[in-house]
């Protein structure tokens, strides 16, 4: 009884929460290759204080990702997601009227409160079924990986005819687009657990930071952060030395990819219809391992170059659609911004820790050193994923309703209370419910005026 293809609700959902992703990662992307050009513009600056005006941003993020993740459990996703967005923007705004460097990493400060990545992530659970997140989570990888195309093209080019202040003021432009999106696209679902007595705030988080299984995917995305950010310490110079211009890089980037999402989708769509989420999660793990260790090893040659960006991002693009996805079966539903908070975090520090370790190993030991450090933290992760167990697949139900007398109460008191249910998501202005239940739950225990879609 599940749908082959996503409802109209969750393609609107979808669209709606990738482009507040695209914009807010737009914005960011477009900073990294023009910041350190531009910075000699602003009085006392450093190389040291350069450098923390770009890291600082993540380490604001990887902060603030658990709280306000815990937050949106309970105020509701969009209440944060609209104030993240307006302190990203009001950084903007502060870094564009920066005579020094001191105030750019103040504004950047600002922006990464912002920290609204759980809390996105935490909505695309909730506004999707399970049988399509896995889905979900790679067109919003596909969208970020394409800004970070687009903005390698865009962003020198802005900054050259306008200026770091205008492009500054461009980010807080794009979120306050962001927020009219969230207020008036994003679906305002209503959310209920079977167990809502447990309170996120302390019985999750604990449970977040004990749990192996949890732990192994926060740990899987710490790693998978830290070696992108290392590969980006060396791939643009490696691509400079191989006779690449800057200007034509994103000649690279964009095609790499584009194939690499299409050559994800098959296992993707392998994963969910077989359930092999765990061999194909072991498998992205070794080729994410053979990406860097041919970084490492290979001869310097572009077509080489070029070939272990495409292994890099088509592991990476699975594993970065992958891990979320696995992380939701895992949590109940009124609890996804606490456990997406911790993995944000994680995400966010690997970043932060990627690029602090691996400017280090790159300054001391050479790019070799880097790259083999790189391929053994990824390594170590797979040998934490032995004895690793994923929750069993559920049951997602859509159920639609004509009768005015249904409401969010109604439906909470009739349907959480049968054999099997575990969550709703309750969409009442669509008159819509996503019921989330255990493989045999008896479809026909259903109450009369509930019509089950596909």
């Known amino acids: ?79 944060v997601i609209v104030a993240g967005l307006l302190l990203f923007a009001a950084g903007g705004v502060l870094a564009a009227s920066a005579s020094s460097i001191y105030t750019v990493i103040l504004g950047r400060l600002l922006q990464g409160t912002g920290a609204i990545a759980s809390t996105l992530t935490a909505a695309v659970a909730d506004l999707t079924r399970e049988q399509h997140r896995s889905k979900a989570m790679a067109a919003i990888g596909v969208s970020i990986g394409l800004s970070f195309a687009v903005a390698m093209v865009v962003g020198p080019a802005f900054t050259s005819a306008y200026g770091i202040s205008a492009l500054f003021l461009l980010t807080a432009a794009l979120a306050l687009i962001g927020v009219g999106v969230a207020v008036f696209i994003v679906p305002s679902p209503r959310i209920q657990s079977r167990a809502p007595g447990e309170r996120p705030l302390a019985g999750l988080l604990r449970r977040c930071l004990t749990s192996g299984s949890l732990m192994r995917l926060n740990i899987g995305v710490f790693v998978l952060h830290a070696v ?78 070029v070939a272990v960006l495409l292994l890099f991002f088509t592991s990476f693009n699975y594993l970065e659609a992958a891990l979320p996805a696995l992380l939701s079966r ?27 370790l691996g400017g280090w190993l790159l300054e001391y030991g050479g790019e070799v050193a880097m790259f083999a450090v790189a391929a053994g933290a990824v390594l170590l992760w797979l040998l934490s994923t032995r004895g690793m167990t994923l929750p069993a697949p559920s049951l997602s139900l859509t159920l639609s309703w004509r009768d005015s007398e249904w409401n969010y109460e109604r439906l909470q008191r009739e349907l959480l209370c049968l054999p099997g249910a575990l969550d709703m998501t309750v969409f009442e202005a669509d008159r819509q419910v996503y019921l989330r239940a255990e493989r045999g739950f008896d479809i026909a225990r259903l109450p009369p005026g509930l019509s089950l879609r596909d």
Request: net charge positive.
């Open 228 to 305: 992108m950010m290392a590969l980006f310490l060396v791939l643009p110079s490696r691509l400079t030395e191989l006779g690449l211009l800057v200007e034509r890089h994103w000649q690279v980037y964009l095609p790499v990819v584009i194939v690499a999402f299409l050559l994800m989708i098959p296992a993707l769509v392998v994963a969910e219809k077989r359930d092999w989420q765990e061999q194909l999660l072991r498998a992205a793990i070794v080729l994410l391992a053979s990406a860097l260790l041919g970084a490492a090893l290979a001869p310097s040659a572009l077509w080489i170059a």
């Open 330 to 356: 895992s949590v109940y539903a009124g609890g996804k911004g606490t456990a997406m908070g911790v993995f944000a975090s994680c995400q966010f520090m690997g970043a932060f820790c990627g690029g602090a």
């Open 1 to 79: 009884m599940n749908a082959s293809s996503m409802s109209a609700l969750e393609r609107r959902a979808v669209a709606a929460l990738a482009c507040l992703y695209v914009f807010r990662m737009l914005g960011l992307f477009m900073l990294l290759p023009v910041l350190p050009l531009y910075a000699a513009e602003y009085a006392y600056s450093t190389p040291l204080l350069v450098g923390l005006a770009l890291g600082i941003y993540g380490l604001g993020q990887a902060v603030l990702q658990i709280p306000l993740g815990m937050l949106s459990d309970r105020i509701g996703r969009k209440s």
